[in-house]
Nanobody, 119 residues
Framework: QVQLVESGGGLAQAGGSLRLSCAAS????????MAWYRQAPGKQRELVAL???????RYAESVKGRFTIARDNTKNTLYLQMNSLKPEDTAVYYC?????????????WGQGTQVTVSS
């Protein structure tokens, strides 16, 4: 019904930048909150940044001032601009969206995209 497809991951050097994208498709009536999570090896998945349907944003302390979350509602696409990358940002990054489909709101996840930051 709903697919979230991430792109833009890869390898970056410390201090560099990457931009992640997440395109939502399917029988979507509307999308409320969207978010980026990440999971490093041996660690729990954690919230990186969230943007509400109205555009309010929230960030993990560890990425404040370095990452920027944004969305394009006309394209059902979520973005994460990551600057001043650190090796500790290395993780699989997942897109998450609360989508209304056939009158029901459900939580959807992308397949994840690997981000590796070398020192």
């Amino acid at each position: 019904q709903v697919q979230l497809v991430e792109s833009g991951g890869g390898l970056a050097q410390a201090g560099g930048s990457l931009r992640l994208s997440c395109a939502a498709s399917g029988s979507i009536f509307s999308i409320n909150a969207m978010a980026w999570y990440r999971q490093a090896p041996g660690k729990q998945r954690e919230l990186v940044a969230l943007i509400s349907g109205g555009g309010a944003t929230r960030y993990a302390e560890s990425v404040k001032g370095r990452f920027t979350i944004a969305r394009d509602n006309t394209k059902n696409t979520l973005y994460l601009q990551m600057n001043s990358l650190k090796p500790e940002d290395t993780a699989v990054y997942y897109c998450n969206a609360d989508c209304v489909v056939a009158g029901t709101m459900s939580d959807y996840w992308g397949q994840g995209t690997q981000v590796t930051v070398s020192s």
